[in-house]
């Protein structure tokens, strides 16, 4: 994990709270903007992107609002899709920034996508790299279903009844019990400790919540083949899905897991794509939880786009396949540099 002190870091102080910044590198090619995922990810699992700086290319990254180092109100209204595409205003605005390539990963992919189409070039934006993402929430909670539908039967189970009734007491359930033990051998088994406390922390908010043993057990296995397929997951994801778990911004915009039902739900952009004008790649992991029927969507609608399939990763290329990765990113952006 990148340690902040390794960066020059600072505070944006905004409206609704401060917002945590750090900055990688310095030299005089237009830095690149980082967006993590979630939302209520923290940028941490993005730090291995920090060597894109090594060319004399700043690297931005930031804690967004609700999650990390940054402040966290209370009040859930706050969290919205507007304020989030504010929010980059904020950081650029802060470092006095305003010729820049913005990479987002996953929900950050989402605010790429709003970035770009609310204001085109008109603020210095040169390239977009959208990572593991979805150009709409209703296509990528169908692809949810496709994925749930070829898990193993105990996983698939637990998971469509979670969807289809949600909020069911399994408590009393000896088929859940059933369920459970199934899933202990299938997920728990095959995963490392580090992954196994987390399941284990979040199991213990999602039952007092009223989830079931068999869904959260089943939500495990789904994550380690589709979320990161490496065993066990890098410490650095750890720490931004436990923040992500607990941020109110999560609850709010995306609601469920699976179901999607926060406010996000009817997002849908895909129509709007061919309005954006900037050089674009889009890259996907083969495994991904978004994965790339949504990705060649956003390809298919972006005219001056690129798209990469990264075959040995899932939702995290940067961290499953890094080499690759940031040979691929930074080859793309040292080509549009001068544009």
């Known amino acids: 994990m990148l340690q902040p002190q390794a960066l020059k870091s600072g505070v944006s102080r905004g409206q609704l709270g401060d917002i945590w910044y750090g900055v990688a590198g310095d030299g005089d090619k237009p830095p690149l ?3 993590h995922g979630g939302p209520g990810g923290t940028h941490d699992y993005l730090a291995n992107m920090a060597s894109l700086a090594d060319v004399g290319r700043p690297v931005i990254f930031y804690d967004q609002l609700g999650c990390g ?3 966290t109100p209370k009040d859930p209204s706050l969290y919205t899709l507007e304020y989030f595409v504010s929010e980059i205003d904020q950081i650029l605005n802060e470092l006095d920034v305003t010729d820049f390539h913005l990479y987002g990963q996953s929900w950050g992919g989402i605010l790429a996508i709003e970035y770009a189409l609310k204001f085109g070039q008109s603020k210095g ?15 990528i909670r169908q692809e949810f279903l496709r994925l749930i539908r070829d898990c193993p039967p105990d996983v698939r189970r637990s998971l469509m009844v979670h969807i289809s009734r949600a909020m069911r007491d399994g408590g009393d359930d000896k088929q859940a019990i059933s369920d459970t033990l199934s899933l ?3 997920a728990v088994m095959k995963t490392s400790p580090r992954t196994v406390a987390l399941g284990a922390q979040t199991l213990i908010r999602q039952l ?5 043993l068999g869904y959260m057990l089943a939500a495990l296995g789904f994550s380690r083949e589709h979320m990161c397929r490496l065993n066990p997951w890098p410490d ?4 931004s899905a436990r923040e992500m778990l607990k941020s109110p911004a999560y609850v709010q915009l995306w609601g469920d897991d699976y179901a999607v039902t926060g406010t996000l739900k009817d997002w849908d952009r895909i129509d709007d794509l061919p309005q954006i004008s900037v050089p674009t790649l889009v890259i996907v992991g083969k495994y ?15 005219p001056r786009s690129e798209y990469v399939l990264f075959d040995d990763s899932a939702h995290f290329p ?11 990113v930074g080859d793309f952006l040292a080509k549009h540099d001068g544009e």
């Open 33 to 35: 903007v980082t967006l």
């Open 69 to 71: 180092r940054s402040d």
């Open 125 to 139: 934006l040169r390239s977009l790299v959208l990572d593991s993402t979805t150009a709409s929430v209703p296509q």
């Open 184 to 186: 202990l051998r299938h």
């Open 208 to 212: 007092w919540s009223g989830q079931t």
């Open 236 to 239: 650095s994801l750890m720490y």
């Open 288 to 302: 991904g939880e978004a994965p790339p029927e949504c990705s060649e969507s956003i390809h298919s609608g972006i």
């Open 318 to 328: 940067n961290l499953e396949e890094p080499a690759l990765f940031l040979a691929t």
